[in-house]
């Protein structure tokens, strides 16, 4: 089983920067994609960034230029730096593990949340 730990979260002013942390236990962490998504309540899930096992990335155009996406596999650790922030990226994010085993099936693991707060 892979658990999922997300820190980093917070009230931060508009315009400021925070980072989110996402610790995974197991072993698949370095073979894994590995996304970062946000759920404000009133609006639909929103997927802000991934990171392919490979390091490419990929972000929502709302977040585009402002957010980044990286990974550390020694740590087993994927983090969002996000930088200009806004009032609307006020949401709890998810970090997500996706998974594709040796028979091709799927697996999926999510964190518990942590919740972001952009205001002044």
């Known amino acids: 089983q892979v658990q999922l730990v997300e820190s980093g979260g917070g009230l931060v002013q508009p315009g400021g920067s925070l980072r989110l942390s996402c610790a995974a236990s197991g072993s698949i962490f370095s073979i894994s994609l590995m996304r970062w998504y946000r759920h404000n309540p009133g609006n639909q899930r929103e997927l802000v960034a991934s990171?392919?096992?490979?390091?490419?990335?990929d972000y929502a155009d709302s977040v585009k230029d402002r957010f980044t996406i990286s990974r550390d596999n020694a740590k087993n650790t994927v983090y969002l730096e996000m930088s200009s922030l806004k009032p609307e990226d006020t949401a709890v994010y998810y970090c997500?593990?996706?998974?594709?085993?040796?028979?091709?099936?799927?697996?999926?693991?999510w964190g518990q949340g942590t919740q972001v707060t952009v205001s002044s």
């Open positions: 997500n593990l996706k998974h594709t085993d040796t028979f091709g099936r799927e697996h999926g693991y």
């Open positions: 990171i392919s096992s490979g390091g490419s990335t």
